[in-house]
């Protein structure tokens, strides 16, 4: 029997499950579709990394002596959508079987099964370039009334040995949270990001999604993502050296000026394959080891990835597809168009727009706590805003998209993923950031003419969802605040609210949804 094999844009590892079992027959495909890069206005810079990707890895492939098929976006017998394009080729190179391991999205996992048992079958692989599979994580939540992160993570963290002594956490506990909240002193430097050289295939790539794609949102002239192996190998080297030991203290700082601080940005080579989370642990605490690096520094970092990486596959693989239409506060305004454009007087908001623009990345805090929290406070609806994030940044994909947008920003899911919203009012960004000392609006009003809008919108969040909220044991200390207020501050502050939200130019809401 001769199989073919698909390995999608998100699979680019020679050591995937599928490719270690490639008997020498097979035939291997990758097929650029177009039906993938437009369902969502995906950002020119994510749409060149995948394709750009996927050609050098096809070539990698090929010199290690595979058969390789490539479909490229413009030959004329593509068919366009990965399903149709996987049967062509099957039936072309005479194929009997075609394998798969698993996607990133439920949609294509759900199609591929429904023909497993079809004249062609799709044989269907479970994919073991994470630390856990959707079987380990139902089974670890059997019997448990809700499956938090922390646990999952000490689960994690014992199941690995990662920062383990014996059987205790090193350093005596599980969490240095409390220790990565500083915010940026003045002057700080940061080091700048690698560059890669554009070899001829990326160039060719950046001209074709020019071509293709060059109407959809995002500046495609700063692409710096490393495209093969080799090169993400070099990011990782340059985070591990210059970047971990300061990872942790300023985690969740925020700065007008510099988009990328201390995080890694490894998160669209790992989510490629390019990358394995293995290394990128056993990276971190090795520098722990050898005491380069702080514990606070390579826990925290380790737990991104060992944790909420891991934990957030788990929940999405177990939930689908209910979750992707949770909605747990009734949120039905539509996106609002400076999403698109960055034209908005919140500093804090443009900035992140124009960040996210010009490099399809915005850190971990710049996605929670400045576009997400606006949205969350301006009840903008799951699926207007899961599509926002699904196309702008470089490292989205649905399985980690959409709980991360759902749950943790608009509390979708009624509290599954974090067991309270993550609302903050222009205080918390005045405290974690420099933004508002650029900004025309004072963090520290309520109301009044240059008062934050955030401020206003932060209570009317609250007061909105009191039925939802307000028997959380962790808000109680804020709805104390709220109910010593007098009715007429509060009803000043939602006047003030109701009019910056009727100001708000929206996308009618589900208007990019359709195909959800
Ligand atoms: P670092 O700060 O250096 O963190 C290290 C690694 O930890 C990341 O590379 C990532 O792999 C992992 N990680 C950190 N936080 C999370 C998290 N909450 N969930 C899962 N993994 C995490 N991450 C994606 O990879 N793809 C997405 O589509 C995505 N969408 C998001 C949408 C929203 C609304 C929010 C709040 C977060 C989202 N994240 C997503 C998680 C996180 O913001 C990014 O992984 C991170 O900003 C990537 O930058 P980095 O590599 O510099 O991360």
């Keep these: 029997s001769r199989p073919l094999i698909l390995v999608l844009g998100d699979q680019l590892d020679v050591d995937l499950a599928s490719l270690r079992e490639a008997p020498p027959e097979a035939v291997i495909a990758l097929c650029e579709a177009a039906e993938e890069g437009r369902y969502v206005p995906h950002h020119p810079q994510k749409i060149a990394l995948v394709l750009a990707a996927m050609r050098h890895f096809a070539a990698d492939l090929r010199d290690r002596g595979h058969r390789v098929h490539y479909s490229a976006l ?22 009997d079987e075609i394998r798969a391991v698993r996607p990133g999205e439920w949609r294509l996992w759900q199609a591929m099964r429904e023909r497993q048992g079809s004249a062609l079958p799709w044989r269907l692989i479970e994919d073991d370039r994470f630390y856990t599979t959707p079987d380990d994580f139902a089974a670890w939540e059997q019997g448990r009334k809700s499956p938090r992160l922390e646990y999952f993570y000490r689960e994690m963290r014992r199941r690995t040995g990662l920062l383990m002594e014996d059987d205790a956490p090193a350093g005596g506990r599980w969490n240095y949270d409390h220790d990565n909240r500083e915010p940026l ?3 700080i430097e940061v080091p700048a990001p690698p560059r890669h050289r554009r070899d001829d295939v990326t160039r060719e790539v950046m001209t074709l999604v020019e071509e293709h794609f060059g109407d959809h949102f995002g500046d495609l002239a700063g692409f710096h993502w ?7 190998l070099a990011d990782l080297r340059h985070f591990l050296a210059e970047l971990l030991p300061d990872f942790g203290r300023y985690q969740d700082a925020i700065s007008d000026s510099e988009p990328f601080l201390f995080h890694s940005r490894l998160s669209a080579a790992l989510n490629l394959g390019l990358l394995s989370p293995r290394e990128l642990c ?20 380790i737990r991104q990835i060992l944790g909420w990486r891991e934990y957030v596959r788990g929940l999405y693989w177990t939930r689908m597809p209910d979750y992707k239409r949770a909605n747990a506060l009734g ?13 908005t007087e919140l500093r804090c908001l443009k900035r992140a727009i124009e960040m996210t623009r010009d490099n399809a990345y915005a850190h971990h805090i710049q996605r929670l706590m400045v576009t997400g929290n606006v949205a969350l406070l301006c009840d903008v609806a799951p699926d207007a805003l899961c599509d926002w994030y699904l196309a702008v940044y470089a490292d989205a994909c649905e399985w980690v998209e959409l709980p991360n947008t759902l749950g943790m920003v608009l509390h979708g899911d009624g509290g599954l993923m974090g067991s309270k919203p993550y609302c903050a009012s222009g205080k918390y960004i005045d405290r974690m950031s420099d933004h508002c000392r650029h900004c025309r609006f004072d963090p520290k009003r309520v109301v009044g003419d240059n008062a934050c809008p955030l401020n206003s919108l ?29 009715d007429d501050k509060r009803a000043a502050m939602r006047d003030q609210a109701e009019a910056f939200l009727a100001g708000l130019e929206t996308e009618p809401a589900y208007g990019r949804g359709e195909h959800r």
């Design 74 to 95: 413009d030959d004329p017998d593509n068919a366009q959508t990965l399903l149709d394009e996987a049967e062509r080729l099957a039936r072309l190179y005479g194929c």
């Design 282 to 301: 056993e990276g971190a605490e090795r520098e722990y080891h050898q005491g380069r690096a702080p514990l606070n520094a390579a826990e925290g970092f």
């Design 226 to 232: 490393p495209v093969t192996r080799r090169q993400a």
């Design 185 to 187: 002193p003045e002057g």
């Design 458 to 486: 932060y209570w009317r969040f609250l007061e909105t969802h009191r039925e939802a909220l307000s028997g959380n044991h962790r808000m109680k200390l804020i709805y104390g605040s709220l109910d010593r207020m007098s």
């Design 331 to 343: 949120a039905n305004r539509g996106l609002p168009a400076c999403y698109w454009t960055g034209d």
